[in-house]
């Protein structure tokens, strides 16, 4: 059984910062596979936020380039997303996923709100 766990979530105000956290447990090697981000408005798809493989290379939305950094710590096998500099339009559910060739897991989600 594997779990994702996330947490991190909450009110923050424009400008703000926020950090993610996704803890990743079960009977699988997850150092090997790809770490990730996504979030979901109200009303909208899913979408890619960032995500890390496990040589660490990296990749970001447009949306969050220069605002928002990924990192993992294998030993734990935890993700983490640093955001910074949020905005209302950041606001949505967001989703940790762990995927591979012929894998996929996601975690529950965490609210992340952006107001004023």
């Known amino acids: 059984q594997v779990q994702l766990v996330e947490s991190g979530g909450g009110l923050v105000q424009p400008g703000g910062s926020l950090r993610l956290s996704c803890a990743a447990s079960g009977s699988i090697m997850f150092s090997i596979y790809v770490m990730g981000w996504y979030r979901q408005a109200p009303g909208k798809q899913r979408e890619l936020v960032a995500e890390i493989t496990s040589g660490g290379s990296t990749n970001y939305a447009d949306s969050v380039k220069g605002r928002f950094t990924i990192a993992r710590d294998n030993a734990k096998n935890t993700v983490y997303l640093q955001m910074n500099s949020l905005k209302p339009e950041d606001t949505a559910v967001y989703y940790c996923?762990?995927?591979?060739?012929?894998?996929?897991?996601w975690g529950q989600g965490t609210q992340v709100t952006v107001s004023s």
């Open positions: 996923n762990v995927r591979g060739v012929a894998i996929e897991y």
